[in-house]
């Protein structure tokens, strides 16, 4: 029997907009709902109890709407709460870390592979042992990258300021032979054209929203939560805070004008 009710996506920003258009493109005829709680960002430097705090209310905001599935949009919030997430909502919960675990090491390369993500999943360590689950020979080195959250944000995608930012961090492992770099955070894709101008001949970056998409697929295909129904209804928004219709991730994203309700957690 087909399930119309829709997918649940949050952030703690906008960065999560990225995993929402690889999941709407890749199921058309499913409805989201997604919630940017922009009160509270950034998650990247907060504790685990806080992030837990913010992710169990956001979730049970987003079953209130009567989500089938939630998609934690966010790496710090899948590092530190998805266990909790999936434990208290009692609908299926899926991350942004296994699925960008796969795509690094989807690359034919034997090379370290290079995470860069928030202050907060660096310290959870989430990362380095979801590869040394996968794949324990693997070398594996982490950087926090906090500024290249309101880069992405600004919308500031393609821009020396953003270049020189990459390099600059980048620096700090400049030691390190690594041939792969995972974008660990959902605002990082937005920038991979400034990464494409930085990173040495040979190193790729990655990042796990395709995947993401289509194990959600699978999985709402084995749980028989697929609907069969065209989405007539588009994508709904929420945010915790006002959001400016002008800001320029959303147009790089969606193209369009988006409209944000906002919501009092």
């Known amino acids: 029997m087909a399930d119309s009710r829709p997918i649940g996506v949050f952030d703690s920003g906008l960065g999560g907009l990225s995993v929402l258009r690889e999941l709407s493109l890749a199921m058309p005829q499913e409805r989201f709902i997604y919630l940017g709680d922009i009160a509270r960002l950034p998650y990247g430097t907060k504790s685990q109890a806080v992030v837990s705090k913010y992710s169990i209310s956001c979730g049970n905001f987003l079953v209130q709407q009567g989500i089938k599935a939630l998609v934690v949009a966010c790496n710090t919030a899948s590092a530190l709460a998805l266990p909790l997430l999936q434990q208290e909502l009692g609908i299926p919960v899926v991350g942004v870390i296994e699925p960008g675990v796969s795509a690094a090491l989807s690359v034919p390369s034997e090379e370290t592979i290079l995470v860069l993500a928030t202050e907060g999943t660096v310290k959870s360590e989430a990362y380095l042992q979801a590869f040394a689950r996968r ?17 992405a944000e600004e919308g500031w995608f393609e821009h020396s300021i953003t270049e020189s930012v990459i390099r600059t961090y980048l620096s700090q492992v400049k030691a390190h032979s690594y041939g792969v770099v995972l974008l660990g955070c959902t605002h990082y894709p937005l920038l991979e054209k400034s990464f494409s101008h930085v990173l040495e001949s040979g190193k790729q970056s990655v990042h796990g929203a395709h995947i993401l998409a289509q194990e959600l697929h699978q999985l709402l295909r084995e749980k028989n939560l697929l609907t069969s129904q065209p989405n007539t209804q588009g994508i709904q928004f929420f945010s915790t805070d006002r959001i400016k219709t002008s800001l320029p ?6 193209q369009e004008d988006i409209h944000f309700s906002l919501v009092d957690l």
């Not at 020979?137 to 500024?147: E, G």
């Not at 991730?249 to 969606?254: D, E, T």
């Open 249 to 254: 991730i959303l147009r790089a994203l969606f």
């Open 135 to 151: 794949n324990p020979s693997r070398h594996v080195i982490q950087l926090a990258c906090p500024l290249l959250v309101p880069l």
